[in-house]
């Protein structure tokens, strides 16, 4: 069980800091050294993985002019589960105006027989920003390891000012392979990614990222100020490979230390 909350803040000179921090369990936020005035923060989850009947909760919030970047020290694993049993994470994070939240977190791998729910919610305001990327791995591709018995379910919304931009689940019961072998879901990836962006500008980043795109991606406005990329790959490396150049160019080349290791 793991638990944390964090407020950030934009001081008289742009700088962000931190306001409020509280942290319990096996969650805990690092906070490296930045030569920027942004901020930039590492979720540890010192238990190593999630397993059934785990229960993990972040709520994050970014005031009125400060940016904080969210990202991972590693690869989430979802370990397999007891019978019964079910791990859960709930991510609540609110951006208010001329904020900016970039919500980097490394890959999500899949183990068999793992059972995990998830839940993550983005509060926008009118004049926030946003750049999000959710990475899942369906297994172990060096071991080699199929996911025949699995129960992973997943929700994102993400909301301005109280109207939903951008809802997406997943629902992955029992044989996922299988599932994912099918032509219309996956055709037999074996990782996938969703970028989303929000912001004024947005439009201005569609054919670039067009370019930079494999075969197996695709991006789309969803408004002139909703961006998404939804990208499926062979496995873990194939991803990485191709993502990284994505959101460097979102990011302008700040996409942290972590996603380079």
Not at 65 to 76: H, S
Not at 194 to 220: C, E, F, K, Q, Y
Request: with cysteine; charged share 20%.
């Amino acid at each position: 069980i793991g638990t944390a909350r964090l407020s950030v803040v934009a001081d008289e000179h742009g700088t962000t800091r931190l306001k409020d921090l509280r942290q319990s369990g096996s969650m805990k936020l690092v906070f490296p050294q930045s030569p920027t005035p942004d901020a930039e923060t590492i979720l540890v989850n010192t238990a190593g993985g999630i397993t059934g009947g785990d229960n993990f909760t972040l709520d994050a919030a970014v005031t009125r002019g400060a940016t904080l970047t969210i990202t991972t020290q590693a690869a989430e694993r979802a370990y397999r589960a007891q019978h019964g049993e079910i791990g859960h994470v709930t991510t609540r994070l609110s951006v208010g105006d001329n904020a900016y939240l970039k919500w980097l977190p490394q890959e999500l791998i899949l183990f068999e027989r793992c059972a995990l729910r998830r839940h993550l919610k983005i509060d926008l305001t009118a004049q926030a920003r946003l750049l999000m990327v959710e990475p899942v791995v369906f297994g172990r591709a060096a071991m080699p390891e199929t996911l025949r018995d699995v129960m992973f379910q997943d929700r994102i919304k993400i909301t301005r000012d109280g109207q939903p931009i951008y809802i997406d689940g997943m629902d992955l019961i029992s044989d996922a392979t299988k599932h994912l072998a099918r032509a219309a879901i996956a055709n037999g990836a074996g990782a996938m990614a969703s970028v989303v962006m929000v912001g004024p500008d947005v439009a201005s980043h569609l054919n670039p990222i067009r370019d930079l795109l494999p075969d197996t991606a695709g991006a789309s406005l969803l408004s002139e100020t909703t961006l998404v990329i939804r990208q499926l790959a062979r496995d873990s490396y194939e991803l990485r490979r191709s993502l990284i150049p994505i959101l460097e160019h979102l990011s302008h080349n700040t996409l942290p230390t972590s996603w380079r290791l």
